[in-house]
């Protein structure tokens, strides 16, 4: 079985700080991992995915994400946030051998002026 | 270039009345397809994934059901709602095979009164 936990179900930061949203995942096998974003009453925004190389992946929007495979985590982050960050973000994982894409709770971020 | 179409955007059906959500493809073909319901604007559950024409996989024992008549086409169907049937649905699609992303449609907001 595969999960995915986003711990965080707010994150709250200042327009021009860094940003980071947690996600730990769990697979049976190696593991393809994504990150999605969400605006209100929207289908799901793909930003970036790591399937296999360099642990950091960069995505859209200036977002990247570091895989480590010990901690079984796959944080996303962003050096400096803008206020149009502000959205749901959901981590995704997907095991070598299956087809379903199973994706965390969710993690609302507010960026604030 | 790939799209997915999702319609109706908004639906509101009485109780008992049936349903029919409809998702098109276009610009690829033998896509694994899904269908992902969303609850309170908070973490997705997937309902159903279908790898071929007449392939479907349920995830969750429902009032739901799924088929897929054409290769590029999911319906997902009720023939009596419940009003916990209501919330955000989402279509989605995926290059076949593993470590590719999944790419949304917009949604169907319904509402079951």
């Known amino acids: 079985a595969q999960s995915v936990a986003q711990p965080e179900d707010q994150v709250n930061v200042a327009e021009g700080n860094p940003l980071t949203v947690k996600c730990t995942y769990s697979v049976s096998g190696n593991p393809y991992l994504f990150w999605y974003v969400q605006y209100p009453n929207r289908g799901l925004q793909f930003l970036l995915k790591?399937?296999?190389?360099?642990?950091l992946v960069k995505g859209s929007y200036g977002f990247e994400a570091e895989f480590n495979k010990s901690q079984t985590s796959f944080h996303l982050k962003k050096p400096s946030a803008l206020v149009s960050d502000s959205a749901l973000y959901f981590c995704?994982?997907?095991?070598?051998?299956?087809?379903?894409?199973?994706f965390g709770a969710g993690t609302t971020v507010t960026v604030r002026a | 270039s790939q799209t997915i179409h999702q319609w109706p955007a908004t639906l509101v059906q009485p109780v008992g009345s049936p349903l029919s959500l409809e998702c098109t493809v276009e610009g690829t073909s033998n896509p694994n397809l899904y269908w992902y319901r969303q609850a309170a604007g908070r973490g997705l559950q997937l309902l159903f994934y279908?790898?071929?024409?007449?392939?479907i996989s349920s995830e969750v024992p429902q009032n739901l059901s799924a088929s897929r008549p054409q290769d590029r086409q999911f319906i997902l169907s009720s023939k009596k709602l419940l009003l916990s049937d209501s919330g955000f649905y989402l279509c989605?699609?995926?290059?076949?095979?593993?470590?590719?992303?999944?790419?949304f449609g917009q949604g169907t907001r319904l509402t079951v009164v």
């Open positions: 279908s790898v071929g024409i007449g392939q």
């Open positions: 989605a699609w995926s290059v076949r095979g593993g470590g590719t992303e999944a790419f």
């Open positions: 995704a994982v997907r095991d070598l051998n299956d087809y379903k894409l199973s």
């Open positions: 790591y399937i296999t190389g360099d642990n």
